[in-house]
């Protein structure tokens, strides 16, 4: 399925991105988010974002909604779970090898899900009614926006503050 493989596909496409970022600007912030894709976090932050929504969003969602007779899904807030987690305190070599076991996991399970289940349905914050399909596509939706929020700020570390960024 395209699907999994879309997912599978973003730790390694994430990383890329990461590595253009010095490391002594991993935690690096613009003055301006004016025109940011994705929710405004530093590059170590976006990383953070990706394993938390990873793990207590959409695994948690998965399950649910296989589980339960049209579950009501919370959003979580993502800038409290950077507070929550001290998003800049964390090793970014170690968050990344948590967010690639994670992704995998994600997809390992969703290969077991029975191709009928793939309709059950969940209500989710202001996406209403969707299922567990449309949750899928939502979670490469999400990790879309991150990469465009990534090549953002990459695009703002150069214009503001001058930084030549690898092209490869």
Known sequence: MPLFTTL??????????????????????????????SERFSARGHLCHLLDIEVLGYQVRFRRTLAESLPELASLDGYQLALDHDYPRQDTATQLDRFRTARLQTVEWLKTVPSDAWQRRARYGGYGEVTLDGLVRLLVSHDHQHLAGMQWLLMRLNADLGLALPLE
């Open 8 to 37: 599978l596909a973003m730790p390694d496409q994430f990383e890329r991105l990461l590595a253009q970022v010095p490391t002594d600007h991993l935690d690096w912030e613009p003055a301006n988010w004016a025109g940011i894709p």
